[in-house]
């Protein structure tokens, strides 16, 4: 059983460095192009209101996604801090 689980936590220890990484990529990607938008209207390509409009959608869509980095590395340290075989929850998952 304890392969078992050691196989459950290794896919799942993959899974969640692939998602914090293509979720770090993306926020990177945002911030990137809040920067531009601002030469943007800097250098008269946009008007203020798009400015504003788009740097707002664009700071909730980077908050998001901060908040579910923050909620996979929180997952990855608890999956590093082990898992209790003892678990009434994991002991049904893996009968199943």
């Known amino acids: 059983m304890s392969t078992n ?28 192009v809040t920067d531009n938008l601002y030469m943007d ?24 996604l901060q908040g579910v980095i923050e909620q996979l590395e929180q997952e990855k340290e608890a999956l590093a801090m082990g898992v209790n075989t003892d678990e009434p929850y994991l002991t049904t998952f893996l009968k199943h």
């Not at 740097?55 to 980077?62: A, N, P, S, V």
């Open 41 to 64: 209207w800097r250098t008269g390509k946009i008007i203020k209101a798009e400015y504003r409009r788009m740097k707002g959608k664009f700071e909730t869509q980077i908050e998001q």
């Open 5 to 32: 689980i050691d196989n459950i936590i290794h896919t799942e220890s993959k899974r969640i460095n692939h998602l914090l990484s293509s979720k770090q990529k993306e926020l990177e990607k945002l911030t990137t």
